[in-house]
């Protein structure tokens, strides 16, 4: 009689839910970001205020600071992110802990990670989230208005030569952006040719010869201690590279860039307007410039 | 003890100084980037990319590194005589955690401060390894102060404080390395690897003076250390001045460690291993095994250097990897020829 019972119960409780959970399928209210880029994602995707925790590393925009954190980007603590009681955990394959990931599943939390190593993953990465959060429109407005500013950069330097291209990263020793790196597929699209493309590593440490041997014709030095007017000074010395004889030494101080997130389309603009100025200049300079410098700086 | 014999003097030193000569030519022809000499020699001060690559980014490198090498091995003879202990290795002294310490907090804070030398006439020093050595200076005196047993250097208190205090520092470098940004922390850990990477001939020449001026402080002292490994009472009954000998021997290793680890990070195995195997080779005479170490040091470091420039082209591999990958088990195999020579007898 009771198994009877119990059946019954169990029935009724399965005929009660699993419709209900495929009709309703609660979305997320509280979710936990375990990277800097998937936080910069729901903020864009406008779904910030549903942020419960994020990384010590998440700073943009200035209103995830403020945001309760579980840890860094490398080594988020579990009981963090489970006190949060999100009902969503975002994290980043290959940066995120696989095994804390099965944990937080083995207590019960939903986990996605995405992945984020190159410019369709990205967007793909977007394209997930906002489905997660059923809205698939706003991620398709986000992707839309990033390919707008890709193109516009592909518009602007369509006219200019390639300008080959270094990226420092860090100094002592010289780190630059390897193959392999998102941000390499950026200086592409930007008009430029990175240098250590060659190399399997998506970051390498980069012996000076190289760098004189490979002669980029811009060196960009983003990161730590990337400062403007150092950088001039520090490749002084090194007067055979183009980039240092025609002062196209520059320094860009934003992370930015080495953020694999929604802001890219704004990097690739900083970054193209680093390679290639004259394709950016204001409209009145724009008719000066525009037949001898943007269509034929030919090395 | 026996008296040195100096034909052996100056055999095992001139041919290693040779193989030192033919290594810094080897090393300074040998990249990742094929190297047009005479373009080289013809445009020694124009912006050529020939010779910018060879005397501006080679040749002061390969200088730095044999330097570095030599010390380090030089540091390690002495070190593991005073300490009496075979594990006995420059990084272990205290000193080259301060340094450490003092170079990521220069990184950190300071990354773009540079020093003008002589009123930017001589070049310009960048704050990084003066912060470093400074670290390096700092723990001298605190290992120093620590190791005083009964208002003397202990050998056994020193290598205890040493390395105890470079697994406090290592702790203090972790949680910086845990609180700065993610890009930051990944050049901190690059940093801390260690790298030859320079271009600057003061810098280089800095570290000879200091390396070349400490050697010779600690060659001086060959002859006490000969009698310090016999054990301390025998050589104190020798009328070695033990305590004076320690307390020298201390500030010169720890000085030009302090100016090693400054300039190039931790640069590991070549201190602990090139004493050693100098040892099976010429014996453990100091006034012999000094100098030589400091050769093979130096050569054994600039080959292993141009190896990391070249082993992954167009990348560079740290220097201390491809110290250890190939120095650890060349040296098991002269333990190895040494044990069975014994059984042999």
Known sequence: MSRVLLIALLVSWVACNVPGQAIGAELPRRIVSLAPSVTETLFALGFGDRLAGVTTYCDYPAEARKLPKIGDFMNPSL???????????????????????????????????????NLSDILAAIRSIAALLGSEKEGEKLI?????????????IAPAARRSVLMVVGFQPLISVGGKNFIDELITLAGGDNIARSAAQPWLNLPDEVVVAKAPQVIIEAGMGSEWGKSVKRWGDLRSIPAVREGRVYSYSSDKILRPGPRFGEALAELARLIHPECFASPSSRKRSEENRCESPKP | MKVLNRRKMIQVNGVLFLLLILSVIGCSLLGPVPLDLSRAFENLFAPEPNAEILFRTRLPRVLLGIAIGGGMAACGVVLQALLRN???CPQMLGVSGGASL????????????????????????????????????????????????????HPYHLLLAGVIFNSFIAAII????????????????FWLMGSLSTRAYLTVAFIWIYVLLGFLWLWAKGLSLNLITLGEETAMQLGVEIGSVQRQI???SSLMIGAMVSVSGMIGFVGLMIPHVMRLIVG??????????????GIFLGWADTLARLLLAPAEVPVGIITAFFGGPFFL????????KKVAL
Not at chain 1, 145 to 150: C, D, G, P, S, Y
């Open chain 1, 79 to 117: 009981e963090a992110v489970v006190a949060k009681r999100p009902d969503l955990v975002i994290g980043v394959a290959g940066v995120t802990d696989p095994v804390k990931a099965r944990e937080m599943e083995r207590l019960g939390l939903k986990v996605v990670l995405v992945s984020v190593s």
């Open chain 2, 86 to 88: 075979p594990l006995a």
């Open chain 2, 284 to 297: 453990s005479d100091h006034r012999l095994l000094l100098p030589a170490s400091f050769l093979a040091g």
């Open chain 2, 333 to 340: 195999f002269l333990l190895y020829r040494e044990g069975r």
């Open chain 2, 174 to 189: 972790m949680f910086l390395n845990s609180i700065v940004d993610f890009y930051q922390a990944q050049s901190l850990l």
């Open chain 2, 250 to 252: 201390f500030v010169a």
């Open chain 2, 102 to 153: 003092g170079g990521i907090l220069g990184l950190i804070f300071f990354p773009n401060w540079i020093l003008p030398i002589g009123g930017g006439l001589l070049g310009e020093i960048s704050w990084v390894p003066l912060a470093a050595f400074l670290g390096a200076l700092l723990s001298m005196v605190l290992v120093y102060r620590f190791s005083l047993f009964h208002g003397r250097l």
């Open chain 1, 144 to 156: 839309a208005k990033i390919a707008a500013q890709v193109e516009d950069v592909k518009r602007r």
